[in-house]
């Protein structure tokens, strides 16, 4: 396989919290590892508490220190650097600019007291030395681009007179004005309906081809991830459980986890019965179960999962690993 | 044999007014704007529709906890909205309802045992909290605990097992696996499913997610904009929508299947405010359907049987999109 050069590489990222209490640490990251390559979608798939929100804001550092620290030894490096080790004044260079994030509530993450033009400008001005003038006609010009009518007009409004898929759009533009190579997008369509959630990810799909940035697509949505991710990420309890390609995956899910939540997922193209559900629920960071972290849940876990830990093994398709005993023991999937 | 019966259920929110309270109403929200149906005992109507489409307020208004505008609800023939306080109190241990937030509809400061022991003092009943919790799974010494001690997925089962100690014959079932992640979603959803077998309920079940809908009822109705825009038996409704809305709605969920053949309807434009319905079928500003005409802007589409148990409200129901 011809690999082109890799945008952005994270390797052995340990994120973890100091507890309030004191009394322990919440390994929320823990030793994760992925390559994103231009140009491609990536989806970051997992339930509340597996760590791919912390994920995405250790790659831009916007982890609150303290309690959250970044251990050393974990790498992201973007072209080449090393974001860990970048000054403020560097790493402001590229956030914002090169690497660009949305997220998940757009009520909260806008400022109630600007009007969404200066929102959308101040990103161009700081990093492209445009003039006022010219950044507020840029403002305009990416309103445009995201689909909100009339933008002339909707420049000069502030968040509170826009619908949720609006204010969305309008965090899409802010995140995109000075054409960043990747965009981080954590679970932007969660908080929305389901006609405005088809509408922003037809946008960003359209946007993603037209400016050729690569996108980090963090969801907890197997949907959402199985029309518009290339390859995919499986996080659980802090840890990358499978990777594969879009297709792959969700044709031979080969993780229990992975197999466990398609099959929990109620389908719209099935008819009505039992759902398959996940035994338990997610233990808590700062007690993770020993061995692999999913056995207590695991339909086929035996003595080898509890005393040893998998490591990411090849399943014998191109790119496609999973941390699972089973590649290696297959005939005890029943 | 029909348990609930809801006929032209209005609910209208007085419009804000400016300066302080003062000056001008605005116009008012006409949350749900004549609603009818019924649902038989044991079975499961699904109610569906997006944030804005006064489903919750339809579920709210039948066991009144909020005030109708006007219409009807009858629950085994009592007229519910026609009923004293004494009555009321009387007939509201046979109607329960599951809230969508399981964090902010359990009291902090009451253990999971006070909480269930709560309803049942009300109602001078006798139960036992140990055989609730069983029923929806939880060990009995998650008796002692607080909410914050629970995860999502437990406290949504504290909230079902506070609704069914009173032993009642219809649950409005308000969203409630929308908070919780995929697998404890299924683990709520089928146990809400068990308890229906086991304990014969009629379920309200309001959801905005048709997948989840699916998987419960054994009817759908579709709201948009206040009003019910198609009514169906589930099976029928998934295999062949008739209105515009509903066939967007379908198309937009996603699927997790990377080799879906679907074609995807993307709607333009928002919901529109319900202050302000446009003018005909409400929906006629974003419809996609080819056959849209002028009809649709001035002349409302009344909620007809296209085939003898499928209503829908449009005027071109029967042609394909």
């Known amino acids: ?334 | 044999m029909t348990l609930v019966d809801v006929r032209e259920l209005v609910k209208y929110y007085a419009g804000e007014r400016s300066w302080f309270g003062l000056g001008h109403a605005k116009a008012p929200v006409r949350a749900v704007d004549g609603v009818s149906f019924a649902i038989a005992s044991g079975r499961t109507l699904g109610l569906v529709g997006e944030s804005g489409s006064g489903k919750t307020t339809v579920g709210r208004t039948m066991l009144r906890l909020q005030e109708p505008t006007s219409g009807t609800v009858l629950f085994e023939e009592n007229d519910v909205f026609a009923l004293d306080a004494t009555r009321l109190r009387a007939l509201r241990r046979r109607m329960q309802i599951v809230f969508q937030d399981p964090y902010s509809s359990l009291n902090p400061r009451m253990t999971v045992e006070e909480t269930l022991r709560e309803p049942l003092e009300i109602h001078g009943l006798n139960g036992a909290v140990s055989a609730l919790l069983d029923e929806v799974g939880l060990d009995a010494a998650f008796a002692k605990r607080y909410p914050h001690e629970l995860s999502g997925g437990q406290r949504q089962r504290v909230g079902i097992a506070r609704a069914l100690s009173v032993e009642p014959q219809f649950v409005v079932c308000d969203e409630p696996v929308s908070a919780l992640d995929v697998s404890v979603q299924a683990q709520v959803l089928n146990l809400l499913a068990d308890l229906q077998a086991k304990r014969h309920l009629t379920y309200l079940f309001i959801a905005h997610d048709l997948a989840v809908v699916r998987h419960i009822a054994d009817d759908v109705a579709v709201m948009y904009l206040g009003k019910i825009v198609e009514r169906a038996p589930a099976a029928e409704i998934y295999a062949q929508p008739r209105h515009p809305y509903t066939r967007a709605l379908l198309s937009a969920v996603p699927e997790p299947n990377p080799h879906t053949t679907k074609r995807r309807i993307v709607l333009a434009g928002d919901i529109p405010s319900p202050a302000h319905p446009p003018s005909g079928c409400p929906f006629h500003p974003r419809c996609p359907h080819p056959k849209k005409s002028e009809r649709c802007r001035t002349e409302p589409p009344p909620l007809r049987p296209i085939t003898p148990d499928h209503l829908a409200a449009c005027h071109f129901a029967e042609e394909p999109m």
């Not at chain 1, 968040?159 to 204010?167: I, W």
């Not at chain 1, 929305?192 to 949505?221: F, K, P």
């Not at chain 1, 972290?293 to 876990?301: G, V």
Request: contains cysteine.
């Open chain 1, 1 to 334: 396989m011809t690999s082109p050069s890799v945008l952005l590489r994270v390797r052995d990222l340990k994120t973890y919290f100091v507890t309030e209490q004191g009394k322990g640490t919440a390994r929320a990251v823990d030793d994760v590892s992925f390559d994103l390559y231009p140009g491609e979608t990536l989806g970051i798939v997992g339930e509340s508490g597996c760590g791919k929100t912390v994920t995405s804001l250790s790659i831009l550092r916007l982890v609150p220190e303290p309690p959250g620290h970044v251990l050393p030894g974990s790498l992201i490096e973007f072209e080449g650097r090393n974001l860990l080790a970048l000054s403020a004044p560097e790493l402001r260079a590229v956030r914002g600019n090169q690497i660009a994030m949305i997220f998940q509530e757009p009520m909260t993450s806008l400022n109630p007291v600007f009007t969404v033009g200066d929102q959308i400008a101040e990103a161009a001005i700081i990093h492209q030395r445009l003039s006022r003038k010219a950044a507020r006609a840029r403002a305009i010009e990416m309103l445009r681009l995201v689909g909100i009518p009339d933008p002339d007009e909707r420049v000069d409004h502030y968040p509170h007179q826009l619908s949720g898929g609006m204010r969305q759009r309008v965090m899409i533009a802010m995140a995109l004005v000075c054409h960043p190579k990747v965009l981080i997008a954590d679970e932007p369509t969660t908080a929305l309906d389901v006609t405005i959630q088809a509408q922003i990810l037809e946008l960003l799909d359209r946007l993603q081809h037209e400016l050729g940035m690569a996108v980090l697509l963090i969801t907890h949505d197997l949907g959402v991830v199985a029309g518009h991710a290339d390859r995919v990420v499986v996080m659980y309890a802090g840890r990358v459980v499978e990777t594969a390609p879009t297709d792959a995956l969700f044709e031979r899910p080969t993780h229990p986890y992975t197999e466990g939540l398609l099959a929990a997922v109620p389908r719209i193209d099935a008819p009505r019965a039992r759902l398959h559900a996940i035994p338990g629920q997610v233990p808590a960071a700062t007690a993770w179960p020993p061995g692999c972290r999913f056995h207590p849940r695991c339909p086929y876990a035996w003595e080898k999962c509890v005393a040893q830990e998998p490591p990411l093994l090849e399943t014998g398709t191109p790119g496609h690993t999973a941390r699972c005993w089973l590649v290696t023991e297959p005939e005890r999937r029943r």
